[in-house]
């Protein structure tokens, strides 16, 4: 298949005949041969199972020697337990890949003792791995290791080649490499830097357990029933692996992680052109896998301690939304009713439809996890949303139970027993804001899911509103005051979701409103400028209006109702089950609150009491949003209104309700900063934000 040629520096060169890749030794071009041939010549002696190159078989060797050695071993019985039900609530870095993650409520651990005790079960928990849940790590890991890495990228994983990686994936330089030297100079470099980390098969393996059943669960828009390995990209797999690795205890962790976000970014910013020709075999339109890649790619980055990281994703978000269109996905039809087979159809029937549903329901989750995106990365960066959302012509999704579904029997009955909502969030936003005000819950079918976009929907009105001037077609902060009133007697309304499910939604509903009250992000910024703190938390534009006055605003009725939510917000935060106490709001959620906090404590509330009760459509509506007159009030009787309408709400106790010391609260949350900061490195820079903060209050 090869020929020896003499090019003009004087090196001979081995070239491929089929390709025309020119190389340096032969070895080289055996193994680049086979991306063409799919020879796998070496074989495991044990097992059958075979590799295409030595370096792999001998690592798969060893997994079968750490079997034998296990079992020649102690015996599990007498081994430390390393159950996912003995871990605190709030450190998942310890889990075990060996089986399935649980999400049971346990209670809340605070030690700072608790990293070395995870560090240790962690190791325990490899050390009874004794196979890949993913085989096919092996190979992805073989395509990282290669030196011929640019040839690898373009062997298709799956189905899709992959054109070459570019040059510095360090210092993000995106340009082309023009030459085969070049490229053949990029391939040592992004290799390099991989190698560097000292990345495994069972790293990459464990990694994308820690996705499925960490991250998954509380962000669904990948299907693990019908997910396929090898008919994904590189790129979507390495972003899926880095978030994963958030989840791994190991201190190196976060560094595997990073070099792998950054191989599958170069790869998407300089290969999308091929990327969006990709259509899996059940995929309706090309581009599927490219905007899931992006989304991962954005969430990690938005959410990450690096700095630089974070900005490189907020650059890349408007993206998505263009591929899609480009992609023809707003215009694809959901998924057929007139489709769903029988319950007592073929199984090969049921299976087929089950997989052309969840193609369609993934692809639809993903374009709305866009918009869920969005809308928070608008609020964490003070700034205004990238999209339209209030005319999203994207049908509801599908409800939980349903996805969750593990087989096709399950999924029918689900789908039988459940008449899906097919109506468009367009038409949602337009039932939010009705001519004539209510308060009565929404009459749709929603998931947890699609209530988490209309909520980021309301939030992007809220980044467009100004407190001054009515921009054209933003509704005023009173009408969404009103649409989030609704959103929460629907939250109330809706019996079918889980505990875990409503505490989420009802995190991001408490930040919502608190913003309608004053944009917390921007308040944030003030409050660090003011007193000379560095902030790396939000680089957005906005600011305060000149003249605005911290003491004065601590004093009015919207702070008394940010407190009440802010309140709120904390206390769910604590409340959430082990499992899904690092849902992707819950930093910007956290801030927020902590800076309500600090502002009232800066104007001397050194304590608030609270109501004995809080009737939240109370906390959220002022008479102004009822559409009632100067003159005209509602009666005054309930505890809520009296502590949001009285400027000695926060000081007098009438109620007898409980009290809350803001500065201790403060120190507790620094705390809660500090364990989110192990999934979510920006909860770093949030946690020195608040330390600096507290020395201010004292």
């Known amino acids: 298949m090869a020929e020896i040629m003499a090019p003009s520096a004087g090196v001979r060169k081995l070239v491929c005949r089929l390709c025309q890749k020119g190389f340096i030794k032969a070895e080289h071009l055996r193994r680049h041969e086979r991306c063409h041939t799919g020879s796998k010549p070496y074989v495991c002696k044990e097992c059958r199972r075979p590799f295409a190159r030595q370096d792999a078989l001998t690592r798969h060797e060893k997994l079968h020697l750490r079997d034998v050695n296990v079992k020649n071993g102690p015996s599990p ?282 193609a369609r329901e993934i692809q639809q989750r993903a374009l709305l996890a866009y918009y869920v995106l969005d809308g928070l990365v608008a609020q964490m960066s003070g700034d205004g949303a990238s999209a339209r959302h209030v005319s999203n012509p994207l049908s509801l999704s599908s409800s939980e139970a349903a996805f969750d579904a593990s087989n096709a029997d399950e999924w029918l009955v689900h789908m039988h027993s459940q008449k899906p909502d097919q109506s468009s969030f367009r038409a949602v936003f337009r039932s939010l804001f009705p001519p004539v005000g209510n308060f009565r819950a929404l009459d749709y079918q929603f998931s947890a899911f699609s209530l988490r976009v209309v909520l980021e929907g309301l939030q992007s009105l809220i980044s467009d509103c100004d407190d001054h001037e009515l921009t054209v077609g933003v509704p005023s902060l009173s009408d969404v005051r009103r649409a989030l009133a609704q959103v929460h007697e629907t939250i109330s309304m809706s019996i079918h979701f889980s505990a875990a499910e409503r505490l989420e939604i009802l995190l991001r509903w408490h930040t919502v409103c608190l913003d309608t009250m004053i944009n917390s992000t921007v308040l944030s910024r003030h409050v660090c400028s003011r007193y000379n703190i560095p902030q790396h938390v939000s680089g957005g534009s906005r600011t305060v209006e000149l003249g605005f006055d911290l003491l004065e605003w601590a004093s009015t009725e919207d702070a008394r109702r940010a407190v009440l939510h802010a309140v709120a917000i904390q206390d769910i935060v604590e409340q959430l089950p082990r499992g899904r106490a690092h849902v992707v709001h819950m930093p910007s959620s956290l801030f927020a609150a902590a800076t309500i906090y600090v502002v009232l404590s800066l104007a001397g509330a050194a304590t608030v009491n609270l109501p004995r009760t809080i009737v939240w459509q109370e906390a959220l509506l002022s008479h102004s949003d009822l559409h009632l007159g100067d003159d005209i009030r509602p009666p005054s009787g309930s505890d809520t209104r009296r502590f949001v309408e009285t400027e000695q709400g926060l000081s007098s106790n009438p109620s007898g309700g409980a009290v809350r010391n803001l500065l201790y609260e403060l120190n507790s949350m620094q705390k809660l900063f500090r364990c989110l900061s192990s999934q979510w490195g920006i909860a770093r820079d949030m946690e020195d934000i608040v330390a600096e903060w507290i020395q201010l209050c004292h």
């Open 77 to 358: 019985a007498s081994m430390p337990s390393a159950s996912l039900d003995s871990t605190p609530s709030w450190d998942t870095s310890s889990a075990s890949t060996a089986g399935p993650a649980s999400t049971s409520a346990t209670s809340h651990s605070w030690g700072d003792s608790a990293s070395n005790h995870h560090s240790n079960m962690h190791n325990v928990a490899s050390d009874l791995d004794f196979a890949l849940i993913w085989p096919d790590s092996e190979d992805l890991f073989q395509s990282l290791m290669s030196s011929d890495t640019a040839d690898q990228w373009q062997m298709p994983l799956g189905t899709l080649p992959f054109p070459p990686v570019v040059q510095d994936v360090n210092g993000m330089n995106f340009g082309s490499p023009n030459s085969f030297h070049d490229r053949s100079s990029s391939s040592s470099s992004v290799t390099a830097a991989v190698k560097a980390t000292s990345i495994t098969s069972v790293f990459l393996d464990e990694c994308l357990h820690m996705f499925f059943v960490r991250f998954i669960p509380t962000f669904p828009v990948l299907h693990r029933a019908t997910f396929v390995f090898r008919e994904c990209t590189h790129a979507l797999l390495l972003n899926a692996i880095a978030i994963g690795s958030l989840y791994l205890g190991p201190s190196d962790s976060v560094a595997k992680g990073e070099a792998l976000w950054r191989l599958a970014h170069t790869a998407v910013a300089t290969s999308w052109q091929s990327l969006i020709t990709h259509n899996g075999p059940y995929d309706t339109c090309k581009g599927v896998q490219l905007m899931i890649t992006a989304l991962l790619g954005q969430i990690y980055g938005a959410l990450s301690k690096n700095r630089a990281i974070r900005t490189t994703s907020q650059v890349f978000r408007p993206l998505g939304f263009f591929w899609a269109r480009h992609c023809g996905m707003y215009d694809s039809q959901p998924y057929s009713m007139e489709n769903l087979p029988s319950t007592d159809a073929p199984a090969a029937e049921k299976d087929h439809q089950w997989r052309i549903w969840s």
